[in-house]
């Protein structure tokens, strides 16, 4: 019989599609593991509601198990708590950076205020280093970069554009 | 108007309120697919489309839920007809240009993230969790809409003159997002749902706001359209749901 532990490890090797560096334990949208009799139950949260990765999230899920010899896995979808980006794991937000993709900067989830409010409160606006050279001098193209967690930034000094994945 | 005594019918009706309002926003926005100005906001569009339609699947499928027909949040998007629909009729205007586009979008927006913020609150745990998840989603839409209506308005002769009018052909459709009928009564008085009428203090004075940065000055005593909560829409409606529906009504259950 397999253990609730085993079956974190499994899932600690299933790639998230988009971002194929990171896992899906390493996103923080694996929420719980557990065995109801013969069946493997995972708990699955979307990181946004309309992202298209999910479906092929859990395929890839419900496909590594059933490799390991797992016969009955069960998937559930969990909206609360919503996912956040101070669930990422640590090492995950390395690997991101080594993949050219700025980490998420913890405590600056949009609130929905005008930006212009926030510099005006804070006197700083959100400064994402390059993830390439390591430059603060870089500025935001866009809101919204490849997909919806990401923004599109470029750097001022070694002039790469990359994405910055948004606190959430 | 017929009224509404049950609250599981009203329910039903709340949430295609919602649901249909971001299905029909959605679909408005993703219409930018290839079309926009830049690359940059051709992407950020079909992102922010993105964020609507998977909101759109959790309000519709909570309808369907509770409706307890068996029609899932496809069978409420694509078997319905337009006078079944009960978006906001903001949501239904047409694209115009890309200044209208963002216009309208910060005119929802600032109505819509304070809208979830309220429902994170209702005693239904189903609608709070759909709230918080959404809204999270929702306050970057806000922030970028209004980012932008700013730098517009504020902004060259010709993208001036753009902003002005966009807000002038849109004002008189935001006043539906604010008015209560007996549906949203209902649902405010069992704790559900947050009555609209509750959202316009921190939506009139978001409003003013970016438009005073943005330079731009909201008409006066205007006009207001209704109806779109009810069923009744502008003639765009069909169109756009022509479109979007064609394929599930020439191939029923079509399957991708």
């Known amino acids: 019989m397999v253990s609730v532990a085993q079956v974190w490890n499994w899932l600690d090797e299933v790639p998230d599609p988009e971002i194929p560096v990171i896992s899906v334990t ?65 090492a995950a937000r ?35 280093p390059c993830p390439r050279c390591g430059s603060e001098e870089t500025q935001k193209v866009s809101q919204f970069g490849s997909t919806p967690c990401k923004a599109a930034y470029q750097c001022r000094s070694c002039l790469e554009p990359f994405d910055y994945f948004k606190c959430i | 108007m017929e009224t509404v005594v049950d609250l599981d019918a009203a329910l039903f009706e709340g949430l295609c309120r919602m649901g249909d309002t971001t299905l029909v926003l959605g679909h408005r926005v993703s219409e930018w697919c290839g079309h926009a100005p830049v690359l940059e906001e051709d992407i950020a569009l079909a992102n922010m489309a993105l964020d609507l339609i998977g909101q759109t699947q959790l309000w519709l499928g909570l309808a369907g839920d509770v409706e307890g027909k068996g029609r899932d949040a496809d069978a409420l998007a694509f078997r319905r007809d337009a006078w079944e629909f009960r978006n906001l009729l903001l949501a239904e205007r047409p694209n115009g240009d890309f200044g209208q586009t963002l216009m309208r979008q910060f005119l929802f927006d600032a109505w819509h993230q304070p809208m979830l913020k309220a429902l994170e609150g209702s005693k239904d745990a189903r609608i709070a969790e759909i709230a918080a998840k959404a809204g999270r989603e929702v306050a970057y839409h806000l922030e970028r809409s209004a980012d932008l209506v700013i730098r517009l308005g504020d902004g060259t002769e010709e993208s001036h003159k753009r902003m002005q009018a966009a807000l002038d052909t849109l004002w008189p459709y935001t006043g539906e997002m604010m008015m209560a009928d007996d549906v949203d009564r209902t649902l405010a008085e069992a704790g559900v749902m947050a009555a609209p009428d509750s959202i316009r203090p921190t939506w009139e004075a978001l409003v003013a706001e970016v438009l005073g940065e943005a330079k731009l000055k909201a008409p006066e005593g205007a006009y207001m359209h209704k109806g779109g909560k009810q069923g009744t829409h502008s003639e765009h409606l069909g169109h756009m749901l022509a479109t979007m529906q064609w394929l599930q009504r020439a191939y029923p259950d079509a399957k991708w």
């Open chain 1, 26 to 90: 390493d996103l923080g949208i694996v929420r719980d593991v557990a065995l109801e009799g013969e069946t493997v139950v995972v708990t699955v949260t979307p990181t946004y509601s309309g992202c298209p990765a999910t479906s092929v999230i859990n395929f890839e899920i419900e496909k590594a198990l059933r490799d390991k010899g797992v016969a009955d896995v069960r998937l559930e979808r969990r909206l609360d708590p919503p996912w956040t980006t101070d669930w990422l794991k640590p």
């Open chain 1, 94 to 128: 390395e690997k991101l950076r080594a993949y050219g993709i700025a980490p998420p900067i913890d405590g600056t989830r949009a609130e929905g205020v005008v930006a212009g409010r926030i510099k005006r409160l804070t006197g700083v606006a959100l400064v994402v």
